[in-house]
């Protein structure tokens, strides 16, 4: 095994904090907000959500999965700064009394609806957003930004020093991008209903395997298990032995690509130490 | 003892190209003596000249080298902004003739000569001696002490009483009074255009070269625009209105006019000529007086403003190219429907209220939510409306049903509900939110929420219209996709 201290006893001690080594997760130097999940902070570089980079997230279809993500990362900057968040080309309108129970102010939003076939104005609309001193985040989903699109938006989050996400589709995910920081977001089909988050791209090695994040609020969850509760107790008073709803579908298997490939074309390739 | 400034701005002859607006002589010489007028309210156009009296603001800005000073940092801080390229002379005198003939004589021999003894002026240099110039040099009177030494008499019968008046004016001895500048009440300038414009955004050259004036007229009147008028005359000879116009307005009264030109950039850029222009017209709608424009022009701490536009200036961007309803920000209703809960509405109108949350005016407002906090309010994770979806459609889906059920991208599997939801007339009778949202002509919502899961794992938020407790009725129910939670 390589040990790394020739290089740290070779270097000085400010050099040293500048060196990333390609083994190791990278990003000391990155601002970063906390996700507000343990388990994905502890994965991501820097510790948190960086600001000043494009942050890419891709889902099977836009509008499932992002709240319970962002919420919480979303109401600890509100809380830091009396700044706007703002929305572009959300593919629904978000309801407020619900981002309010995730701690967001809406009087703080700002969405910015976009048009099918109205691609470019999206984008400006975006870098416009990242230019504007008195905002702090925008969430944009843009589904055909191609990636000098992108490369323009994480030139202008880096020298606004925004925190900035990107929705784009699962299809995405074998295109390069210029986003330091690329997921992949999976809801799981069983009782749970937990978000799968596969961080593909990082400053750092591979991930071993996708986190399991419990992203639902916990009102939500408990809501659901007593209802779940209330469903069984029903069918054993009855005495039906097979649900009167529709059979579980957890044992259909998910179509996730699962190739290595991708993930690594992506990267430095990750130096095996031996 | 009198204190006058002369001033004279021009454009270097061999200036090289630039993309910036190029100002005739007139409309620069406009333009320094509305700044000069941000120092003193005596300010006179003579000949090229901008002559400024000081006299009475010297105390006021600590001396005339401060005042010297001033002047010149905003002179170039109006020349860098608005990009323009200029030579600028100034020269101090006791009387204004003096102080122009100071200028004069250094536009020929350099800084040094300004330092000349009056006495030893030349004639040239005062405008009333032009016309007599060659008798005057034949006589040997080369400078202004040659003319004073003649008799007084002689010299009226010669060459008229008012080269003497000038000199007497030049000396001190008669009141050096002038036609004051007063700026108008509105700001109104045209432009001829070089050239037959077609093409809308082209027009922008031309703004910007008045919107130039504009901005000097302003730091005159030391007030910010909130609104202003473009008016374009089109070609008579087509069979179309002579005139075309264009309003812009924005919310924070600006004396930096370039979030201005670029909002009307914006506009121009969707307007559509009918014909070619030949010429322009700016005016002003309405301005409204800064309190601190001084500060806010001269001093060092406009660099210590943040980096970037502020959120009126982005939404008002924004709202310019995409049109104002699709810029939206939130706004609560008190109501127990879902889509009616809420309101999103164009931010352009209710820019006001979101400023408010961004820059609170009373600083003890923190402190006095933090009590409310403690008071024994929920945490906002614990209230009811977690129960909420995340995303609501503005207008509902009517789903597909499979024998009982509703389908949406595959089979569904109820996780939850119903929850029952209830609004009869009888309740609405005062709901000031039905009213002002226009939708008093449905108010009656009978519906049983559900929770389904698709088969990728997403939540939806379905309900079902209760059409009556009839079997029947339970056999046709319609079944509409309301939110997704997320």
Known sequence: MLSPTPAARVLPDFANAHVWRAGELGGGSVQAIATGYAALDAVLPGGGWPRGALIELLQPQAGVHEWGLVAPALAALQARARELTVLVGAPWLPFGPALGARSLDMRRLLSIEGRPGDAPSLLWATREALQCADVHSVLAWLPDARSAHLRRLQIAAHAHHKLLMVFRPLRAQPESSPAPLRLRLEGMADETGSLQVDVFKRRGPPLAEPLQLDTRPARLAAFLAASRERARRQREEAGVPTPLLLPSLVSLPLASPQSPIHALLDRIAHLDPH | MRCWIALHISTPTEAPP?????????????????????????????????????????????????????????????????????????????????????????????????????????????????????????????????????PRDGVARRFGAELLQALDRARGSVPDDYEWLLLPEHFEEKLELNALVTHAPALMAGVERLLVQLHAWLLGRQSGLSALKITWHLDKRRDVPPTGELEVRTAQPAQDLRHVARLVAEHLAQQKLPAPVHSLTLRSLATEPLADAAAATGSLLMEARKQGDSAVELVERLSARLGDARVRAWQPCADHRPELMQRWVPARGVMPSVSAQLHPVRPGRKRSKAASNADGCPPPEARAEALYPAWLLSEPIKLATAGNNPVYQGPLRRLAG??????????????????????????????????????QGGLLWVYSERLGATPEGARQRAWYLHGFFA
């Open chain 2, 18 to 150: 630039s993309a910036h607006p190029v100002l005739d002589a007139a409309a620069l010489q406009q333009a320094a003596a509305s700044l000069a007028l941000g120092l003193t309210p005596r300010v006179a156009l003579v000949d090229e000249a901008v002559l400024m009296d000081v006299t009475g603001s010297l105390r006021l800005f600590g001396g005339l080298a401060r005042l010297m000073q001033l002047l010149a940092q905003r002179l170039a801080a109006f020349l860098d902004e608005n990009g323009l390229q200029t030579e600028i002379r100034r020269a101090q005198g006791a009387t204004s003739l003096i102080a122009l003939g100071r200028l004069r004589q250094q536009a020929e021999g350099g800084a040094a000569a300004a330092k000349k003894r009056v006495a030893e002026l030349p004639m040239h240099t005062l405008t009333a001696a032009r016309p007599h110039l060659g008798v005057l040099e034949r006589i040997g009177c080369r400078t202004w002490d040659d003319l004073l030494r003649l």
């Open chain 2, 418 to 455: 119903p929850q029952r939801l209830e609004a009869a007339e009888w309740l609405l009778a005062g709901s000031e939110a039905a009213r002002s949202a226009g939708l008093s002509e449905k108010p009656r919502a009978l519906r049983d929420y559900f929770i389904y899961r698709t088969r």
